[in-house]
Each structure stands twice: as structure tokens, then as C-alpha cells.
């Protein structure tokens, strides 16, 4: 069936280096991706997300690349703080509003 | 509350016990959705509600677990009988009309003794 899926669980990064979060999807009809941190005890929180139409976009410390040729989508996030300890996830979303989301990858930030 | 607010917070229950989940969206918020996360695990859709559509119940694992929505707003999720595979967070999530930013509440641990 359809799903999003992220190539590593764990990812261990020194402060202050960049992070770079992977993911595949294989929903070809997905057009709208969205990027979520989960803390622990918490609700996701929404982060970044790009449409289909872009393959790149900026927000305040973080990057979300696209590659619709090979359905992976990126998250990059620049100067990481332990703050940014938390499980990311990756979604999808092939319109009417159902948002898929994949397994997730934590990161754990190196003081 | 602006956010989400989702009761309780945490339910311990006994097997074959019924149990409701409550969530309360974003005021506003047509859309309303329900997942399922297990320890360690993704999110898995359960239901979607959508203004006054028939709700996507495609994601509900058997007909033990039913969710209702009254009047646009509150949501209650439904299971009967609880099993022991039931134990995991139930989260619930809000979106403004053809958004698929979600919002969503701090979840409902459930555990089933």
C-alpha cells in the first residue's frame, strides 16, 4: 500500500552541526508535505511543509528539500540546539485532506 | 484554550472494559482527525471528520472503536472491549477548511490492564 517511510530511527548530531533528516514517500499523487517535531509527552507541532510545485523551502533555521524524480523529501536543520531533541515525522498528503504520516526519526542532540 | 485540549490525559482501564476519549478542537477547526500511536511507533489514522461530510472511518482497526462528532465540534472516540494491543496514545488533531496544517492536542495515554 501507500506510505511514507524514513530511511534511519536514530540520529545522533554534535551541537551546533547541521542535521539532515531523510524520507521517501511513494505516493506519486501526494502533493503536499508536511515536516513535524514531536517532544516528548506532547502532540506533534508543526515545523515546515512545501507543495509539490517547489523543491525548496526556507524557514527560520530549518530547510525542507523535495525531489519529486525520486519521492524523497529532506529535513535540514541548521546549527543544531538540544533543544531540537524530539522525534521528527514526515507527511504526506494526496489531497481531501488525509494526511499519512511515516514512521519517524529521533534525533538526539550531542552537548 | 486556543489549542486542542484532549481528555484524559491518561486512562488505565481493565480488559473488556468500554472507554471514551474526548477531544475538544481549535474553534473554527472543521476538520478533526484521530490517530493512533503506539510506543516507539509512527501515527496511524484511525477516523477524519470533515464539516458536515460522512467521516472517513477507512483507518479503524475493527468495529470495536467508534468515534462520534457532535454538532461540528467535540469529538468522541469509542472503544468497546478493550484488548491489551489497545494500549498506546490517542491522539487528536484540528485543521482550519482545505488545510492540511494539523494541530493537534497532547494525546490520551491509554493503557489496558
Known amino acids: 500500500g501507500e506510505s511514507v517511510g524514513l530511511h534511519l530511527p536514530t540520529l545522533s548530531v554534535q551541537e551546533g552541526d547541521n542535521s539532515i533528516i531523510n524520507c521517501a514517500y511513494s505516493?506519486?499523487?501526494?502533493?503536499?508535505f508536511i515536516w513535524y517535531k514531536q517532544e516528548s509527552g506532547k502532540g506533534p507541532q508543526f515545523i515546515i511543509d512545501?507543495?509539490?510545485?517547489?523543491d525548496k523551502r526556507q524557514g527560520q533555521r530549518v530547510t525542507v528539500l523535495l525531489n519529486k524524480t525520486v519521492k524523497h523529501l529532506s529535513l535540514q536543520i541548521a546549527a543544531t540546539q538540544p533543544g531540537d531533541s524530539a522525534v521528527y515525522f514526515c507527511?504526506?498528503?494526496?489531497?481531501?485532506?488525509?494526511?499519512?504520516f511515516g514512521t519517524g526519526t529521533k534525533l538526539q542532540v550531542i552537548p | 484554550g486556543a489549542g486542542v485540549s484532549q481528555s484524559p490525559s491518561n486512562k488505565v482501564t481493565e480488559k473488556g472494559k468500554d472507554v471514551e476519549l474526548r477531544c475538544d478542537p481549535i474553534s473554527g477547526h472543521t476538520a478533526l482527525y484521530w490517530y493512533r500511536q503506539s510506543l516507539g511507533q509512527g501515527l496511524e489514522f484511525l477516523i477524519y471528520f470533515q464539516g458536515n461530510s460522512a467521516p472517513d472511518k477507512s483507518g479503524l482497526p475493527s468495529d470495536r472503536f467508534s468515534a462520534e462528532r457532535t454538532g461540528g465540534s467535540v469529538s468522541t472516540l469509542t472503544i468497546q472491549r478493550t484488548q491489551q494491543e489497545d494500549s498506546a496514545v490517542y491522539l487528536c488533531a484540528s485543521s482550519f477548511p482545505s488545510s492540511e496544517k494539523l494541530f493537534f492536542g497532547s494525546g490520551t495515554q491509554l493503557s489496558v490492564l
Open positions: 507527511a504526506d498528503s494526496g489531497g481531501y485532506q488525509k494526511v499519512t
Open positions: 512545501i507543495r509539490s510545485n517547489m
Open positions: 505516493n506519486s499523487a501526494s502533493d503536499y
